[in-house]
């Protein structure tokens, strides 16, 4: 066999193999990118008035949020900005699920309260990351069909590539005046060729969200390998000062400082660990509903002396990158043409298992149709001779 002929053998049988998940994994990805902008535009509650003043501390959101809620805990809350709501991400108790609580930041006022389970774009999400299979099952799978995408990019590329100098030109072309046949011979390989990179980025970002070895070699080759042992630390907090601090309020105090040292953050992310040891961890970010740029802080759980600032300035480059994930994953590090740019790649990535498998279907039909013809003119002669 011809070094062609195995890649057309491998890009064959994987996309096969990864077809039917790619489809689904692009489809929800593609539906996913501007889930931020339409939910804006349908959802009055993502909005409140700016009223000026400073918000209302996590320990009233918290006692609000789990009000109608006897039983239940509480570990996340946002402030998502000035113009938006806050949020309490709700434990039910005896394991019957979660919420979120959204409330006025100014006011305390519960705006609304919404089952994960009934969000259209999170069922969407869920069979982008899951497909709604159990998360450890449906990750891998998920996971390992991205990794034989990216294998089929670079085969088809190799596949693609023209012999000939005057061949370039009507590769990079679709001949929408050919047949049909011809039309989606060059959908499949003419988009697939210009969607190859933007492809590759988003299937990269998408495993550093599945698999962790991925992120630790993105953070490592960022790093060019120089350790960032500081980054990497484990605080905990000091159990014998449990007391000492009314605890009811030492989120309030952390929150305070966090504010203090990131002013100009839009959005914050707040997690209070029940358990004795953990700490209190604020993160600030630069814009709401982008997650690149921010300050981390740690703080004591008992007391809210901060232990830890790291801004966006101090972290090394491949914790940057890492933080970046997500939004180069949904394109908007870009802003609005990043996500134009995630949206028809995505696509166009679901439009390739498809117009593949009619490339396959059609030359195994023709190849069907060269047999009957070899098999008839074969009886022919044989009754000529008889």
């Known amino acids: 066999m011809t070094f062609k002929k195995v890649m057309l053998f491998i890009h064959r049988w994987l996309g ?6 790619v489809f689904l994994v692009s489809i929800t990805g593609c539906i996913f990118c501007f889930q931020d902008e339409i939910q804006d535009a349908i959802h009055n509650y993502r909005h409140v008035k700016n009223e000026y003043k400073p918000y209302l501390p996590p320990s009233v959101l918290k006692a609000e949020g789990l009000k109608e809620h006897p039983g239940a805990t509480a570990s996340y809350m946002f402030y998502y900005g000035a113009d938006r709501p806050a949020g309490v991400l709700v434990n039910l108790p005896k394991d019957k699920g979660m919420l979120y609580v959204y409330l006025n930041p100014y006011t305390g006022r519960v705006t609304h309260t919404e089952n994960p389970e009934s969000n259209f774009f999170i069922i969407v999400e869920y069979i982008h990351l899951y497909l709604l299979l159990p ?3 449906g990750g891998l799978v998920v996971g390992i069909s991205v990794i034989i995408f990216v294998v089929l990019m670079i085969t088809g590329i190799i596949l693609w590539w023209p012999k000939r100098k005057t061949d370039r030109k009507r590769s990079f072309t679709i001949k929408w005046n050919g047949r049909w046949r011809r039309v989606n011979y060059d959908l499949h390989n003419v988009l697939g060729f ?7 980025i988003l299937a990269i970002t998408g495993l550093a969200i599945a698999f962790n070895w991925v992120r630790e070699g993105i953070y490592t080759t960022a ?3 120089k350790a960032y ?3 990497k630390a484990v605080l905990k907090s000091d159990s014998l000062l449990k007391g000492k601090t009314d605890s009811r309020f030492v989120i309030d105090k952390a929150f305070e400082s966090a504010q203090a040292g990131s002013p100009r953050a839009e959005m914050f992310l707040l997690f209070d660990d029940a358990s004795a040891s953990a700490t209190i961890g604020i993160s600030a970010y630069a814009q709401s509903l982008h997650y690149y740029k921010s300050d ?3 703080f004591e759980k008992y007391t809210g002396k901060m232990l830890k600032k790291t801004t966006h300035a101090q972290k090394s480059p491949g914790m940057k990158m890492n933080n970046m994930n997500y939004d180069l994953h949904v394109g908007q ?6 996500k134009i740019i995630a949206f028809l790649a995505s696509l166009i990535c679901a439009s390739l298992p498809i117009t593949g498998f009619i490339i396959w279907l059609g030359k195994r039909k023709k190849g069907k149709s060269k047999n009957g013809k070899r098999v008839a003119h074969r009886r022919a002669v044989k009754q000529m001779g008889v």
């Open 296 to 298: 981390e802080y740690t």
């Open 229 to 231: 042992p500081e980054e």
């Open 194 to 200: 210009y969607v190859t990179g933007v492809a590759i």
């Open 16 to 21: 096969f193999i990864s077809g039917l998940v």
């Open 223 to 225: 790093n060019l390998g």
């Open 135 to 137: 998360p450890k099952i």
């Open 333 to 338: 590090v870009l802003g609005l043409t990043g």
